[in-house]
C-alpha cells in the first residue's frame, strides 16, 4: 500500500489542494463581504433572495472547506468584519449600486467559481477533496441558472449581438 491509497482523508494534500482550498475560502470571505454590502443596495426583493442565498451558499462552502485546512494543519485565511445593515433610502442614488449591476456582479462571480472548482477538481489527488467540490459546483449552476432566469424576467440581462441566418430561404 502505497500513500496514497487507503482512506482519502488520511493522505496529505498536495501543494495545489492546499493553495487551492485556501484560496477559494480567502475569497469566498471577501464575496460574503460584498454581498453583505450588496444586500443594502438592493430594492427588488426577488434579487435580495438571491443575493442572500449567495451568502448562505458561500458561507457553507467555508465552513466546509475550513474544517478541511484545519484537519490537515493549515491557517485560515483572515475573515472581514461583518458589514452593517443600512436601509436603502439612505444611501444616495448616484452612490447606490444599481440592481442589474448587483445581479450581473453576482452571476460573474459564480461564473468565476465554476472555474475554480473545475479547476481544483481536476488537480485533485484526494478524491474526497475533488467530490466536495463537485458537489459545490453543481450548487453554482443550480445558483447561477436561478440568476439567470430572474435576470431575464425583470429585463437586466443585455444580450450579445444576436447572429440571425442571411439565408432565410430555409
Not at 477533496?129 to 449552476?141: D, N, P, R, T, Y
Not at 443585455?158 to 430561404?169: E, G, M, Q, R, V
Request: charged share 25%; aromatic share 6%; net charge negative.
Amino acid at each position: 500500500m502505497g500513500i496514497l491509497s487507503g482512506n482519502p482523508t488520511d493522505e496529505p494534500m498536495h501543494y495545489g489542494e492546499v493553495f487551492g482550498t485556501w484560496s477559494f475560502v480567502s475569497t469566498s470571505k471577501a464575496l460574503v463581504s460584498g454581498y453583505q454590502t450588496f444586500l443594502n443596495h438592493v430594492g427588488d426583493k426577488d434579487l435580495h433572495k438571491l443575493v442572500q442565498q449567495s451568502i448562505e451558499q458561500c458561507q457553507e462552502e467555508m465552513k466546509a472547506i475550513e474544517k478541511l485546512l484545519k484537519e490537515n494543519g493549515i491557517g485560515l485565511p483572515p475573515t472581514p468584519p461583518e458589514r452593517p445593515e443600512a436601509c436603502l433610502d439612505d444611501i444616495p442614488v448616484g452612490a447606490r449600486v444599481q440592481d442589474p449591476e448587483v445581479a450581473a456582479s453576482v452571476s460573474r462571480d459564480i461564473a468565476a467559481g465554476l472555474v475554480a472548482c473545475s479547476q481544483l477538481i481536476g488537480q485533485c489527488v484526494r478524491e474526497d477533496i475533488a467530490a466536495m467540490f463537485s458537489q459545490f459546483h453543481m450548487e453554482k449552476v443550480a445558483l447561477g441558472g436561478k440568476f439567470l432566469k430572474l435576470s431575464k424576467e425583470k429585463g437586466w440581462l443585455i444580450p450579445p449581438p444576436l447572429h440571425k441566418s442571411k439565408n432565410t430561404d430555409c
